[in-house]
């Protein structure tokens, strides 16, 4: 085959064959293929797009261009959820444990953050002690004994998806539901799960800003999975506001405990029990209502907190920390942000109170860079709440002084102030299955 040949054909708006696909991704993750062809051909996917079989195609293929996990040996039904990403979004800390503690295998890799905090691996290290870089035997045998486990993604996971994602974030083709859908659902079919549950954002603070783009990623993403043999379910849920009141990442995990000892912020809760309950339908073969009252149960009983301390512990963690928060990292520099005025708060750009997030030292600019686990913001108010001028909205954590006024600043120019409280906004918008 000559790759000249299926630039041609895709740029034509014809489909490629699975042989076609396969040349492709074989031979650019074994370095036979140059970047300058590889690059032209997501170009012209970005215009013509794929159809749903190439898409599988594409999809199954990376996955196999690398390790893949075998999840066969653990008992029950192995589950797995992914979070298109968000400000505050520390879904995975409290739907993983309460999952497991309802009975489902909870299997989790997880990555780390580019962008305004850090991923679900960068929150779980802000815990003292505790490990994600684990061998694969021991991860198989922790989901076998406690039916939980969030480890850090090995470098052997879906390469190709690594190198392509490198050169489609150099070449402007990113934005393109066949590239996006293939790069997340590879890594999600290479960690082996049997269960998978999406939570695909949109809004200010979400990759996709539009209810329609989300709606089309996750139906893709969807079709994917089931193309797969997989269980599937995707929710398209709201990020308009951040998520839950902390943004950083001790800060957050602080959050999740909370939220597992049954107190905590409402719409946070309600989010993660539905996750949990969709979950635990395709796990366990019980209604989403019915799955739906034991999630909720296991967040008043203190079972769902219970299992993440014995997780915590497992990883060599110390569970003490999420009883006694003081015991996080602490940040040197506190301060709060006054509102300028009185009304109410009738918008919050999350993307903006994420890069202020960022900005204190919660992020990461560059894939190696530094993250202070103790940096972020803990949200006073939010959008639809009363406000008087002079009362705190939010408080800033940092170990950088220089950080405080510019990240201030920020913080307010994200935040709209009205006379009037704003319309009620939905949490969740969809489920797609």
């Not at 929710?235 to 001790?250: E, K």
């Not at 994420?354 to 530094?370: F, I």
Request: hydrophobic fraction near 45%.
């Amino acid at each position: 085959m000559l790759m000249r040949e299926i630039i041609r054909k895709k740029r034509a708006g014809e489909p490629l064959t699975d042989a076609e696909i396969a040349f492709f991704i074989h031979g650019y993750t074994a370095g036979q293929i140059p970047d300058y062809e590889a690059a032209a051909l997501l170009m012209a996917i970005c215009f013509q797009g794929m159809d749903e079989r190439e898409t599988l195609t594409l999809t199954l293929e990376m996955a196999h261009s690398g390790e893949e996990l075998d999840l066969s040996s653990l008992p029950g039904v192995t589950a797995d959820k992914h979070s298109t990403g968000g400000v505050g979004d520390k879904t995975t800390l409290i739907v993983a444990p309460l999952v497991a503690a309802l009975g489902g295998r909870m299997a989790k890799m997880s990555g780390r953050g580019l962008g305004h905090t850090g991923g679900t691996i960068d929150k779980l290290e802000s815990i003292p002690g505790f490990q994600t870089a684990l061998s694969r035997e021991r991860f198989l045998r922790q989901v076998a004994e406690i039916g939980l486990c969030v480890a850090s993604q090995t470098g052997d996971l879906a390469p190709a998806d690594k190198k392509l994602y490198s050169l489609r974030d150099a070449t402007a083709t990113v934005e393109s539901i066949p590239l996006i859908a293939s790069s997340i659902m590879s890594k999600k079919l290479a960690s082996g799960a049997q269960c998978i549950v999406l939570d695909v954002k949109c809004g200010s603070g979400a990759f996709m800003k539009t209810r329609e783009d989300a709606l089309h990623l996750a139906r893709a993403m969807v079709r994917i999975g089931q193309g797969a043999g997989r269980r599937m379910a995707a929710l398209i849920t709201n990020m308009d506001i951040p998520l839950g009141h902390a943004v950083g990442n001790a800060l957050e995990v602080a959050e999740a405990a909370e939220i597992l000892r049954g107190a905590g912020d409402e719409a946070l809760r309600k989010l993660c029990v539905e996750l949990s309950a969709q979950l635990l339908a395709l796990s366990i073969g019980e209604s989403v209502p019915v799955c739906r009252e034991r999630a909720a149960a296991a967040l008043c009983d203190g079972s769902a907190f219970e299992k993440l301390c014995e997780m915590v512990q497992a990883q060599g963690g110390d569970p003490a920390v999420l009883e006694h928060p003081e015991r996080f990292p602490q940040a040197k520099h506190k301060v709060e942000v006054l509102s300028p005025r009185s009304g109410y708060i009738g918008h919050m750009d999350a993307e903006g109170i994420g890069r202020a997030a960022m900005l204190l030292g919660a992020g990461r600019k560059e894939k190696d860079g530094p993250i202070d686990p103790s940096a972020g913001i803990l949200l006073h108010k939010k959008t639809g709440d009363a406000v008087a001028c002079g009362d705190p909205v939010a408080r800033l954590f940092t170990c950088d002084e220089a950080f405080c006024a510019p990240a201030q600043e920020l913080l307010l120019a994200s935040m709209q102030f009205t006379e009037t409280p704003p319309a009620s906004a939905s949490l969740i918008y969809d489920v797609i299955q």
